[in-house]
């Protein structure tokens, strides 16, 4: 069952082309890896999914139960460099900003139990106080993570999450995503491809067009258009 249908999108900047007439649908249950080599549109891509980019042609259509719908829960993890560590904000309040729902509505107990979950889940507990000015980048990545998952979300889109982690955490995001690829659908971006090729069931490499691959021993092979 589709949830994201990207439809012959294509992004223009200053006169570039970064994305050239792209169609990808990405379906409930789907963990999804996408690589490519820098500049070739992997973040552009995940911008245009997520809304947060206008195309300069072509739409992107969510899906509820197969029909179209304006709303889809997404958890985001951007790339580090996207995010403003001098908004004086704390680790707690930042993983619950993931939950805000509206102006007016009130934390209930399953927001509660989520927080703690993801607290939990992500090994940031210690340090909830401290504003995430402060943290260094394997804690803020943490964070992020975190919040991300706090909504439990329909989609988990997640952009290099293994930035600036040590590699105790890297194992630890990869029995995350195995757990998480059970009842989420996720979209990953990552240059390190070794262990997530062998779980993703979809490969997607991104240069200014998409080829989808299948893989053969944690390596991108069978390439098409």
């Given amino acids: 069952m589709k949830l994201i249908g990207i439809e012959d999108i294509t992004v223009r900047f200053d006169g570039k082309t970064i994305l050239d007439h792209v169609s990808l649908g990405v379906d409930k249950g789907d963990f999804m890896a996408i690589t490519g080599p820098n500049g070739g549109g992997k973040t ?28 889809l829960r997404i958890g985001y993890l951007p790339q580090k460099s996207n995010i403003d560590t001098r908004f004086p904000i704390t680790v707690g309040e930042a993983i619950k900003s993931g939950q805000i729902k ?19 889940l992500c090994g940031v507990g210690d340090y909830l106080d401290r504003t995430v000015g402060v943290l260094s980048g394997g804690q803020l ?41 059970k009842e989420h659908t996720i979209v990953l971006v990552s240059h390190e491809m070794s262990v997530i090729s062998g779980m993703a069931n979809r490969h997607i490499i991104v240069d200014r067009g998409i080829h989808e691959c299948t893989s053969h021993h944690h390596s991108f092979t069978e390439c098409d258009d």
């Fill in 102 to 120: 509206g102006l007016l509505s009130r934390r209930t107990l399953k927001d509660e139990e989520d927080f703690d979950r993801v607290v939990a």
């Fill in 141 to 181: 990545q943490r964070t992020l993570l975190a919040r991300a998952l706090v909504s439990n979300p329909e989609v988990i889109v997640l952009d290099e999450p293994l930035s600036y982690v040590d590699k105790t955490f890297e194992r630890q995001i990869y029995s995350m995503m195995e757990e998480l690829a």
């Fill in 44 to 71: 552009t891509l995940l911008r245009v999914m997520l809304r947060l980019l206008k195309p300069s042609s072509g739409r992107v259509v969510y899906y509820h139960e197969g029909a179209e719908t304006k709303r």
